[in-house]
């Protein structure tokens, strides 16, 4: 696995977990899915992204989350 589909699967399990909370717990649960896309659109304008950061610390290596070639221009 790389960073790039190591963020997006972080990414889908907290906007899920969010949503069970608020359906099981409170509606404020609903907030944590706000926040999580919110950092993933701030983060494909800035290219900063604190999962990514921590994920390399970790040891996983960059490469692209769809398909194995670079794209053509």
């Known amino acids: 696995m790389n960073i790039d ?5 972080l990414a889908g399990s907290m906007v899920l977990l969010s949503l069970v909370l608020a359906w099981l717990l409170s509606p404020y649960w609903l907030l944590l899915a706000a926040f999580v896309g919110a950092n993933l659109l701030q983060a494909a304008f800035t290219g900063f992204c604190p999962a ?5 610390k ?3 290596e960059f490469g692209p989350a769809f398909g ?4 053509k221009r």
Do not use: D, N, S
């Not at 589909?5 to 699967?9: H, I, K, P």
């Not at 194995?68 to 794209?71: I, K, M, R, S, V």
């Open 58 to 60: 970790l040891g996983l």
């Open 52 to 56: 990514a950061i921590i994920f390399r």
């Open 68 to 71: 194995c070639a670079p794209a």
């Open 5 to 9: 589909r190591a963020v997006l699967a």
